[in-house]
């Protein structure tokens, strides 16, 4: 499998499990948060880390981000950050962008804005469970 540079921003639980699974499959993650000690939290798993406010254009460019072959924008209860963060990266020019949505609503603006997958963890986790319960290769609970 080719390796791609993948970078994760918002190191929550969601985005440290995408950015920690990524790396141990061999792929370059570049994880990022505003919060420092979730970047400290993530430094051993990731190829690099770094502190930044993903909502800020400077930052997003001189961290390269442009050239990433995927950015997850892993950010979920600040609404206004996890949209304009996608609607940047878009601008940049990033060819695949997956979010994550809280809600319906957020998904509908993140759709809108460009986001090329968008994950609505609890929904789509759930959806996965009923599916293994009604599989039929599935022992019985
Ligand atoms: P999870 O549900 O994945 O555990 P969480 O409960 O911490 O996440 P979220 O609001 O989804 O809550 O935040 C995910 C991460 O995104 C946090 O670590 C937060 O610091 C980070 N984050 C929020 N805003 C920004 C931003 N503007 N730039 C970079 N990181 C951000």
Same mark, same amino acid.
Request: net charge neutral; charged share 10%; proline share 0%.
């Given at each position: 499998m080719a390796i791609k540079?993948?970078?994760v921003i918002g190191l929550g639980r969601f985005g440290t499990s995408i950015a920690r699974r990524l790396n141990e499959a061999g792929q370059e993650v570049l994880g990022i948060d505003v919060n420092e000690e979730r970047v400290e939290d993530v430094e051993l798993y990731v190829t690099h880390a770094a502190v930044a406010d993903s909502t800020d254009e400077k930052a997003l460019t001189?961290?390269?981000?442009?050239?990433?072959?995927?950015?997850i924008v892993a950010i979920g209860n600040d609404?206004?950050?996890?949209?304009?963060?996608?609607? &940047? $990266?878009?601008?940049?020019g990033v060819k695949k962008v997956i979010a994550k949505a809280l809600g319906k609503r957020h998904g509908k603006v993140l759709d809108r804005i460009g986001a090329d997958?968008?994950?609505y963890p609890e929904r789509d986790m759930g959806e996965r469970v009923a599916?293994? &319960? $009604?599989s039929p290769n599935m022992l019985n609970y």
């Open positions: 540079q993948y970078a001189s961290l390269g981000v442009r050239n990433f072959d995927c950015v609404m206004q950050a996890s949209i304009l963060t996608v609607m &940047l $990266l878009k601008d940049l997958w968008i994950i599916n293994q &319960l $009604l």
